[in-house]
């Protein structure tokens, strides 16, 4: 990084005074081992853009600052990746982290009445993968709703899909605890003419439930809907297409470790089903 002889009495008259100012600002150091305060707001093609407490910008190559700076910089492109995916998704809760699980459901399998499907388990029901989009068929011997599954453990969850109601009575997105077996703990229902959501406890039998909110809704069964869960805290948020709702309850703070997709009747849809980790936010 080659700075402009000015550059070194500017650092010297504001290293000291800035350095805590503004935690935006930090130190910059190039191969030579000289420094710079400044905040980085810009990153294109490896080229860094700095901007100094006083305004005056330099535009610095990743490739001549330090591996400190370097890392940095890789952090900072993910924060603002995961910033512009929240804002696009329309998340209000928390903010995006590392990714679990990301399924598109666009490789055909058989139908599956226990076993793997791409990764997701299916435990009840006969689930299948045809035309780009996951299918699950309640079966009536089983006396419950088809249910498939993905395992994981996480403090907060942002989750995202499109679903398409079909011939199915409902769906719905059934998070539960990392207590074995994996307790019930909220679920998201989609019906044609109700959303809601409940709190939940219990495994099998033993499960109690209620209902914490109720929307009255008019969705056609044929259309795709987006949805996006944040499980953030002991909030619970929600949007299915235009619709939102939210509702709160001390147990869905409790660490997560089981995602299912349920459907009661035949001829649910899904795809592009997403799950990641958040932070709430400050």
């Not at 435990?123 to 299948?128: F, M, V």
Request: aromatic share 8%; hydrophobic share 40%; charged share 25%.
């Amino acid at each position: 990084m080659k700075l402009p002889s000015y550059l070194s009495i500017l650092i010297a008259l504001t290293l000291s005074s800035v350095a805590g100012a503004d935690s935006s600002l930090r130190t910059w150091t190039n191969s030579e081992g000289k420094t710079i305060t400044a905040e980085l707001v810009e990153l294109n093609d490896g080229v860094a853009t700095l901007r100094m407490d006083n305004g005056r910008r330099y535009q610095v190559p990743l490739e001549t600052l330090s591996e400190a700076d370097n890392e940095f910089a890789a952090e900072w492109t993910a924060a603002k990746e995961a910033e512009g995916r929240a804002g696009e998704m329309g998340v209000t809760l928390g903010s995006i982290g590392d990714m679990i699980v990301e399924t598109a459901f666009d490789e055909e399998t058989p139908a599956i009445r226990k076993g793997d499907v791409l990764g997701w388990r299916a435990g009840i029901g006969e689930w299948r993968v045809e035309d780009g989009m996951l299918i699950g068929d309640e079966v009536p011997e089983d006396n419950h709703a088809s249910s498939l599954t993905y395992r994981f453990e996480a403090s907060h969850l942002i989750i995202q899909a499109q679903v398409q109601l079909g011939t199915s009575e409902q769906i719905a997105f059934a998070c539960r605890d990392t207590v074995a077996p994996g307790l019930h703990l909220g679920r998201l229902y989609v019906t044609p003419e109700k959303l809601w959501i409940q709190h939940m406890t219990g495994i099998s039998k033993t499960t109690t439930a209620e209902r914490l909110v109720t929307v009255d809704v008019d969705l056609d069964p044929d259309d795709w809907y987006d949805v996006t869960i944040e499980i953030v805290g002991d909030t619970f948020r929600a949007t299915v297409g235009e619709e939102e709702l939210k509702a709160s309850y001390p147990r869905f703070a409790d660490p997560k470790g089981i995602l299912a997709l349920t459907n009661r009747g035949k001829g649910a849809r899904f795809r592009n089903v997403s799950i990641w980790h958040a932070e709430p936010k400050s």
